[in-house]
């Protein structure tokens, strides 16, 4: 991005991004070499990326969570929160997130943004990356566990970057399979509902539920699988068999959010698993620091990253401002 002048800056006023005009900024292709970018920056070192902080409040079966970055001449913060009731009992999403978007030399807010949506496509963005470097080159087809938003965003990343002939969906609700197959009809030559074991023989699989008990079984999954496994994002949460686990090169987003919140989080504080288990992180791989592995399962544990979520933050940010949507206000005057 070119830096304004800070007086110039302060002219233009603070852009307020709501949800609709957030999709309306969003091409995924971009999204998707925006994350590998901030994977590259943050495997070499030039992105900076505090530890997430979480606010839990016990008394409300809730929790907030604060995640600050800078990524490539990019700066902000993610505020976003998980209240599991609030459906039943407020008609609110479980998750809602706020994103505030600065100019790094001078500190201006330049942006406030959903942060929601941008979760969601971030998300499935970094699926969209993992699927690119990990992923067999002949794979055509694409198995998702749950059929809810995310698996939306799912599909459109990994669509992007696999040719996709066969889709296939679960859930433990049938109407949302309905629903999935026919807003997504048109993703695929063929895009059906079936069982946990009809995802797991496809070529790429990606997982996005709050399971808590183990989904996928190992003897349902063919070497040579890539699996993106997302659902997990707290402690105890898990959706893979534990001798997948095992048996996978296991790549990370990052070790530190993984091991207590990811995929393998049980697998590390039952012992079953350590650093030294892990193949590598995504970053390394991108950076061809690491070789990526092949032939065998390949699982990516995706916990989601604030540098993520900062440089989808900066493209959206810079489409909005040349499609001149959102409006401007003035927060902090000079």
Not at 2 to 27: F, N, P, Q, W, Y
């Amino acid at each position: 991005m070119s830096m304004l002048e800070s007086e110039e800056i302060a002219k233009h006023g603070t852009l307020m991004i709501d949800r609709t005009e957030l999709d309306e900024c969003v091409d995924m292709a971009k999204v998707i070499d925006a994350v590998e970018d901030a994977f590259v920056g943050y495997e070499q070192g030039t992105a900076v990326m505090p530890p997430k902080t979480y606010v839990d409040l016990p008394k409300r079966n809730g929790d907030f969570r604060a995640m600050p970055a800078y990524v490539s001449g990019a700066a902000g913060i993610k505020w976003v929160n998980v209240h599991p009731d609030n459906p039943e009992r407020y008609g609110l999403p479980t998750v809602m997130g706020v994103v505030i978007y600065s100019d790094p030399e001078t500190a201006y807010p330049l942006a406030i943004m959903d942060g929601t949506k941008l979760t969601r496509y971030r998300t499935g963005a970094a699926a969209g990356v993992a699927t690119r470097h990990l992923a067999p080159s002949d794979a055509t087809s694409l198995g998702l566990l749950g059929a809810g938003e995310q698996a939306h965003t799912q599909l459109a990343a990994i669509a992007a970057e696999v040719d996709l002939e066969r889709v296939v969906v679960t859930d433990l609700d049938a109407d949302a399979i309905e629903r999935f197959c026919e807003d997504e009809a048109d993703r695929a030559d063929e895009v059906v509902g079936g069982t946990p074991e009809d995802v797991a023989g496809c070529d790429v699989i990606s997982t996005t539920t709050p399971s808590r008990e183990p989904i996928l079984k190992r003897e349902w999954i063919d070497a040579g699988t890539h699996i993106n496994a997302m659902g997990a994002d707290a402690e105890g949460k898990r959706e893979l068999d534990p001798t997948i686990i095992e048996d996978a090169a296991v790549v990370v987003d990052d070790w530190e959010q993984c091991s207590h919140s990811g995929e393998i989080n049980v697998a590390v504080a039952e012992g079953q698993l350590s650093r030294r288990d892990v193949y590598g992180n995504l970053g390394e791989i991108i950076t061809d620091a690491l070789s990526a592995p092949v032939d065998g399962i390949t699982v990516f544990d995706s916990t989601g990253l604030a540098i993520q979520d900062i440089a989808t933050a900066r493209l959206i940010y810079e489409t909005a401002q040349e499609r001149g949507a959102g409006y401007t206000f003035d927060l902090v005057g000079t």
